[in-house]
């Protein structure tokens, strides 16, 4: 048998660090990687044949869990009329309605392969349609990792992007202005500095990449409200929340309910099922700004690929009401229990929760975490000890105190009762780590 760790080795003289992502690499919270070779419903089987309960779901398309028999049976029978043609083919129009019956403001859709590659084309089509350069981000909203989206936090009200990577330009950076989350006073400030010159405001739906932060009530609302008056437009990143939180998204519990909508939404994850497939999409008169039908440039020799289309459509047709009142019960459930333990244990945390996405701090028990500073702010050390506790009694957490967990449709009584076993002495490792 090859050990995790001969794997782990032998990847790292191949790939940087041994992974092709990097929070795989377990850098935050050490040890071995688990190099993972099987998912069935709910669980992970790892190289060395030891069985987890799985609580990142691909990080987020495993909606309905692994191996989902009609999602399986979808790929085998496209697979089998062969692998792509570059070319249209029904299974495009079929998930791009798919898409515009859950959310109508997705009245035109353009599939690409990754959520970077989305939202990177909606900055650009953004720019297009307004004639204008400036992008709007919020400090520690992820949005693939595109130049210009991986503009770090700045510090005080308005700062000017500083390059979040090597290898990405203070030009790039310069034309992305960072602001705090669910701070109203600084998009009025950066609006009322460089209005007429902001092309868009991009957001998560709701941010669950520095951990889940609830957005403030109304504020996705205001965003659209101040976008609008500027003649800026709002693009609302719904790569991780979309056909999860709701059939909707997230915007079928906020925009849906509150009345307005985005210009332009991004989608990925659950969009392909697993596999490599996400969208753009928006009004209709705004989306034809992308070519061919207009001057904005967008291209991809695997776009709409119709493997991924097939299992993206699968997906959605089996994510129905049942599906999102499990997510929920479940998502409920597990963090209830993952509170009652930390509490018990005498740990200082703040439960991150919007609908079924949840992730804890550690030490914020006092206002929670609204925004990227109060999430840098807190004991990420106590993190480490605690995902390994659970792992060592067969959960798989994410790697990382600043991501969501992701419960699935196939998450039962059996999985469920494996999480709430392992948290009492993952609690005791977190209190105990200093
Ligand atoms: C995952 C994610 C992305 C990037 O998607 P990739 O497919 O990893 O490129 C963009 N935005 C959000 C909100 C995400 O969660």
Sequence with gaps: MTTNAELFETAQTLMPGGVSSPVRAHGSVGGTPVSMV??????????????????????GPALLGHRHPAVIEAVRSAVDSGLGFGTSHPGEARLASLVRDRVPGAERVRFVSTGTEATMTAVRLARGATGRNIVVKFAGCYHGHSDGLLAAAGSGVATMGLPGSAGVTSAQAS???????????????????????IAAVITEAT???MGV????????????????????????????????????????????????????????????????????AGRAELMEHLAPTGPVYHAGTLSGNP??????????????????????????TVADALTASLTAAGVDHSLQ??????????????????NYAQA???????YGPFF???????????????????????????????????????????????
């Design 213 to 280: 932060v609830p957005p403030d009530e109304g504020f996705n609302a205001f965003i659209r409200e101040v976008t609008q008056k500027h003649g800026a437009l709002m693009i609302f990143d719904e790569v991780m929340t979309g056909f999860r939180i709701t059939e909707a998204g997230y915007w079928g519990a906020s925009g849906r309910v509150e009345g307005w909508a985005p210009d332009l939404f991004t989608f990925g994850k659950v969009i392909g099922g697993g596999l490599p497939t996400a969208a753009l």
């Design 353 to 370: 929760k919007v609908g079924n996405l949840f992730s804890v701090a550690f030490g914020t028990s006092e206002s929670g975490v609204s």
């Design 175 to 197: 034309e992305t202005i960072v602001i705090e989350y669910n701070d109203r006073g600084a998009l009025e400030q950066v609006f009322a500095e460089h209005g007429e010159s």
């Design 376 to 382: 840098g702010a807190q004991e990420a050390f106590r």
């Design 207 to 209: 941010p669950a990449n």
């Design 307 to 332: 493997v991924a289309m097939a299992a993206g459509a699968a997906t959605l047709e089996n994510a129905d009401a049942a599906v999102y009142a499990h997510l929920d019960e479940t998502a409920r």
């Design 38 to 59: 099987a998912g069935d419903g709910a669980w992970l089987t790892d190289a060395e044949g030891s069985s987890y309960v799985d609580l990142v779901g691909s990080w």
């Design 388 to 434: 390994h506790a659970m792992l060592d009694a067969g959960v798989y957490l994410p790697p990382s105190v600043f991501e969501a967990w992701f419960v699935s449709a196939a998450h039962d009584e059996a999985a469920v009762d494996r999480i709430l076993e392992a948290l009492p002495t993952a609690a005791k490792a977190a209190a105990q780590a200093g």
